[in-house]
């Protein structure tokens, strides 16, 4: 009697996940992204056709993330894995191999051309930073210029059609349509940026996550941190910033969603420099916040930059 009815609780528990997971997948084809501006492009281009995972979600750092037994997990489970490269996520390759995962890997950044870290974290207008081998030492935040996040979308298309060349149509006339997008965010970014006096397109940034948008668009950034959340600013480092928006009038010193604001407070503290706001640099805001999507986060970054070097 006893051992009957465990059997049919068996039989039934069985039956339950596996029409369970069945509705869940619902054929979909299931991907993980390493962050949340990749996932959400992944989102764009997946369409209805993706189940979206992101390991590190909204206003997360991506920098200094701890994969655990549970993210091994989920990315065995996935079909495949999406990630920005570059050494960015740190941990990648390390969890790719204990999690024992088989499916497609795509590397969003490849094929852009990359800009070295420069050592003395500051970028400036002429783009002499190119590293033509994309060795090592190259910044890995190459989503910052639209431009690249082009190449990103190619690659995700790619992939996904790769993974699943069922959905070869539907992925090729989501990426067209998001391409397009793009080209248009890029348009007016560039009429946003002419539009400044050239003297005051000059910013400070806690991380130097803005290379990119620097180069590709005619900025300086001046970042105390790094390319890395990883590495802190020195005494010495900060002195030479303090210094530097005093002698050029720097108009204002930006916060980003991922790191912590008391440098750039003392920073702004010290200078006089007002505080322009929050930039998304390496992650999204929420889905109710400034800057739920990749497109979202620059007309919201492009925005906040705007409005402190005009004013
Ligand atoms: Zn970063």
Known sequence: MRHRFIGTLALALLVLFGLSGAASAAGKLKAVASFSILGDMVRQVGGG??????????????????????????????????????????????????????????????????????????????????????????????????????????????????????GKAVYEANATKYLAAIDAEEIAVKEAIASLPPERRRIITSHDAFGYLADAYGLEVISPEGVSTESEASAQDVAMIIRQIREEKIPAVFLENVTDRRLLDQIARETGAKIGGVLYSDALSEPDGPAPTYLGMFRHNIGALSAAMSS
């Open 49 to 166: 056709r993706v189940e979206i995972t992101t390991l590190v979600g909204p206003n997360g750092d991506a920098h200094v993330f701890s994969p655990t037994p549970a993210t091994a997990k989920l990315l065995a489970s996935a079909d495949i894995f999406l990630v920005n490269g570059l050494g960015f996520e740190g941990w990648m390759e390390r969890l790719e191999t204990s999690s024992g995962f088989k499916g497609v890997t795509v590397v969003a950044s490849t094929g852009v051309e990359t800009l070295a870290m420069d050592e003395g974290h500051h970028h400036d207008e002429h783009g002499d930073g190119h590293d033509e081998d994309g060795g090592e030492a190259a910044d890995p935040h190459a989503w910052q210029s639209l431009a690249n996040g082009k190449i990103y979308v190619a690659n995700i298309r790619d992939g996904l059609i790769a993974a699943d060349p069922e």
